[in-house]
């Protein structure tokens, strides 16, 4: 293996993940700008203009608070549930295309830590993890409100990751490939996924607020029901890693959904800028706007959460099974039709 391409590899990994923190520490900022916009509030305005440092105040309560293990817990299960929680939100990016090639001192540089031909069925392997951190940290705390919390989370994410998958099973048939990679690049110019797949973009969407625990599926939490459900007992850091856990995921969920369905880092007039400005800032300029992609999605999330009451339990449970799951089957049936409908009118 040559050195340029570990450095380059190393380097890749350690910027996606200083912003993949700084992201989720800086989410928790503009949640509660959100909210206190949507409210008629003020918001955090006291540490730094703005109130831009609050999440380095936040991680530094969290840090130095005590830690508390409840006597009756396992505690070596107790603190293998956030860091797993943790871990599995981090490997998500490892896929995904944030920009094209750029070129750097002569040397073409891949953003994409790693381009394997499966990388849908890795991110879904990836993501369905994260319910073991869940269902660990539940089960350990001993605590009767912690494990229906943990066992709504993982009925909550069987439930709607089936719905997911055959969502995207849709978009499989159009595109032909299970790489993030060949799927970006197949969405030069305006030929984004989502207008081809309006409705399965609109299954995963409401799949990637199940997936997520955000309102209105964050009934694994649900505070008027559970008191905290499976994070009852948690507390300090361990606290923390959950909550970056949901912010992590919420960013992987809204970058997915940016290079699925709304072209990743394709724009409009984009080979026109890129001969314009060259090899290596114009490729840049395409990261610039994948990431305005994923900050519209991350607002979404926030705007749904302080605008939509919660669910019930068994209203979450009929929408997945009776509304969700034959929507993307007959979605499935419809994209079919249409396939082999083109393929005969072309051969005519």
């Known amino acids: 293996m040559e050195l340029e391409f570990l450095i380059e590899k190393t380097a890749l990994v350690l910027v996606l993940f200083v912003l993949t923190l700084t992201i989720a520490a800086y989410s928790t900022w503009a949640e509660r700008k959100v ?11 006291r540490a730094g203009p703005f109130g831009l440092l ?57 953003l994409q830590v790693t381009d394997i031909n499966v990388g849908i069925l890795y991110i879904f392997g990836v993501v369905s993890l994260g ?9 350990a705390s001993n605590n009767k409100y912690s494990l229906m919390g943990a066992i709504r989370g993982a009925s909550q994410n069987i439930s709607y990751e089936i719905a997911m998958g055959l969502s995207i099973i849709a978009l499989l048939m159009v595109t032909n490939t299970l790489s993030f990679k060949e799927i ?10 989502v ?38 007992e948690y507390s300090a850091f361990k606290m923390g890693a959950y909550m970056f856990a949901e912010y992590i995921n919420m960013f992987v969920s809204s970058v997915v959904m940016a290079v699925l369905y709304f072209g990743g880092y394709n724009y409009p007039g984009m080979d ?20 305005f992609k994923i900050i519209a999605f991350i607002f979404f999330f926030m705007w749904v959460r302080w605008t939509v009451p919660r669910f019930r339990y068994d209203q979450l449970m009929d929408l997945g099974w009776k ?18 409908g083109f393929d005969l009118f072309n051969k005519l």
């Not at 295309?97 to 750097?104: A, H, M």
């Open 131 to 139: 319910v073991y951190g869940i269902m660990i940290g539940g089960w």
């Open 35 to 45: 909210a206190a916009w949507l409210q008629d509030r003020v918001g955090p305005n």
């Open 54 to 110: 609050q999440p380095l105040a936040d991680g530094g309560k969290m840090f130095f608070k005590e830690e508390i293990i409840p006597s009756g817990a396992n505690k070596y299960l107790f603190i293998a549930g956030p860091s797993l929680a943790l871990l599995v939100s981090f490997l998500g990016t490892a896929v995904i295309p944030f920009g094209q090639n750029i070129e750097i001192f002569g040397r073409v540089v891949p």
């Open 323 to 340: 509304v969700l799951i034959p929507l993307a089957i007959a979605n499935i049936v419809i994209t079919a039709i249409v396939i082999v």
């Open 272 to 291: 026109a800028v890129n001969q314009a400005l060259g090899p290596t800032w114009g490729p840049l300029i395409g990261v610039g706007v994948m990431f």
């Open 184 to 193: 970006a690049a197949q969405q030069h110019g305006w030929h984004w996924n």
């Open 195 to 232: 207008i081809y797949q309006p409705l399965g973009f609109l299954i995963f969407l409401i799949c990637a607020f199940a997936e997520t625990n955000r309102v209105p599926f964050d009934l694994p939490e649900c505070e008027t029901e559970l008191i905290g459900g499976y994070q009852t």
